[in-house]
């Protein structure tokens, strides 16, 4: 019988105003936190850093970081 990863890592190209799924999963990982974030509560990244942040509060703060 075959089991799948249902919990598996998306990669994306973050984009402006978008991004590209460059390898299919359900989620991404907060840079900052290590949070876990489903792809379709993907709301905050840098386009620069190509990072996902699961909050507002941590991507204003990543971004002071610099």
Known sequence: ???FN???PA????LANSFRVLSNGDHVVCA???EKIPLDALR???VARQE???TA???TQ???DQ
């Open 11 to 14: 990669r994306l190209h973050y």
């Open 32 to 34: 900052v936190s290590g």
């Open 52 to 54: 996902a942040y699961a």
């Open 6 to 8: 249902r919990s598996q």
């Open 44 to 46: 905050y990244w840098s």
């Open 57 to 59: 509060e941590i991507a």
């Open 1 to 3: 019988m075959l089991m």
């Open 62 to 64: 990543a971004l002071k």
